[in-house]
């Protein structure tokens, strides 16, 4: 097994191809290492220029279309075979020199998780640091996390637990609250290098704020519901249900004492109620169902082990 494995996800980023090849080269001399071009279905020279670099530690997964930052580190992650795993941009915003110490640190004080912190953010004020600031105080509020960059894409891991988690959709940015649902706890920052974009156009557009909150929510239910999704759903469905049957037994006692209830809006909201009422709780149970799926079915528990020790020596 190879001491580190890097991971640099790319799309039409033809111009900094090789110069990012360099400094990885320059800056981990003596390390043994791989460095994984991910390919996200640019539509420039990026391929050929990945091809030119002639070092046999690096090489390129090409993807069939482009399927999304998250994915293409995905696709890296099941690449990559390093005891420890790095993830970094390919734009060159993200300085390879900063590796050889969070690699450092990781190994030293036993982390799980090493991010890295743009201590001195070289972005737009309006467009990327205003809108980054305030996402990453709402999500630390939200999931309990003390990440301050969630949007910084270098950081390092150790293989068994970024291996441990399955990235989708847009969760690259909530990669320390996956880690923390499987147990992995021991996580950590540092203040890294960050540069201004020198080559190629940014990817990153405020059409994003939509997927990040809805993947804010994903990361709530997972962090409060994950193992007992019933406790979600059933609760919301019996008080739906309640004031359904309150509502129904109120127009049935108008009813009984000669009222005209046919068409009144209340009867309307209490028959609504009783059957959201009953289609939350239905959902609460396939849930349920759903989630010892996914645990029984892939042979994972609900807790994760840190270590077992003898109490006493034999």
């Known amino acids: 097994m190879k001491k580190l494995s890097i991971v640099i996800c790319v799309f039409n980023e033809e111009p900094n191809i090789l110069p990012l090849a360099a400094e990885i080269q320059n800056a981990l001399n003596g390390l043994d290492f791989e460095a994984i071009f991910v390919d996200d279905g640019s539509t420039d020279g990026t391929r050929d220029e990945i091809m030119k670099i002639d070092d046999e530690r690096f090489q390129l ?4 279309r482009n399927y999304g930052q998250s994915s293409a580190l995905q696709a890296g992650i099941d690449h990559a075979e390093g005891e420890y795993i790095v993830l970094i941009d390919g734009d ?9 110490g969070m690699l450092e640190k990781a190994e030293r004080e036993g982390w799980d998780m090493v991010a890295g912190v743009r201590a ?9 640091k205003v809108p980054s600031k305030i996402a990453n105080y709402i999500i630390r509020k939200s999931t309990g996390t ?14 068994e637990s970024i291996k441990s988690i399955h990235i989708y959709g847009e969760l690259h940015r909530f990669i320390p609250v996956l880690l923390a649902l499987e147990g992995f706890v021991r996580l950590t920052q540092m203040d890294v290098n960050h540069r201004s974009r ?12 939509t997927k990040v909150i809805s993947d804010l929510l994903l990361m709530l239910f997972f962090k409060q519901y994950l193992q007992k999704p019933i406790h979600f759903f059933g609760q919301l469905g019996i008080i739906t249900l309640g004031l359904g049957m309150i509502i129904n037994f109120y127009m049935l006692i108008l009813k009984i004492l ?7 809006p209340l009867l309307l ?36 082990v840190h270590r077992v020790r003898l109490t006493k020596k034999r």
């Open 198 to 209: 020198q080559h190629g156009k940014s990817k990153y557009n405020l059409s994003r704020t």
């Open 61 to 64: 997964v090409e993807l069939k």
């Open 258 to 264: 000669g009222n005209d209830i046919w068409g009144k």
């Open 146 to 159: 003390k990440m301050k960059d969630l949007g910084c894409t270098l950081k390092i891991f150790t293989n």
């Open 269 to 304: 909201l209490g028959i609504l109620l009783v059957m959201g009422g009953i289609q939350f709780i239905t959902i609460g149970i396939l849930a349920e169902i759903q989630m010892r799926t996914y645990y029984e079915g892939q042979g994972k528990t609900p807790y994760r």
């Open 120 to 128: 001195n953010r070289r972005d737009g004020m309006f467009l990327r």
């Open 92 to 100: 060159l915003q993200n300085d390879p020199a900063d590796i050889p």
